[in-house]
């Protein structure tokens, strides 16, 4: 699997996506407060139509912990 970022996720009017690991998804960089297993923060994410919304998310265990090619390519420690 490779990832890269984008810009944006298409969603056409009336459709629906599920962010989920392994398929599209949100990775959080560079953030201020720490982001803990088990905790939720909130996300606002911008429509073209619908303007914002704010949702709460919970937050998980990192894919990357559980697939061994993501931890070599990663900076943080295997756990």
Known sequence: MIMRQVADILIGSGETIELEPG???VMLFGTTEG????NAIM???QFETAGEIEIEVPVGVPAWR???ICVLLSTEPAS
Do not use: Y
């Open 66 to 68: 559980n697939d061994p």
């Open 43 to 45: 996300l606002t994410l």
């Open 23 to 25: 398929g599209d998804h």
């Open 35 to 38: 982001v803990e297993e088990g």
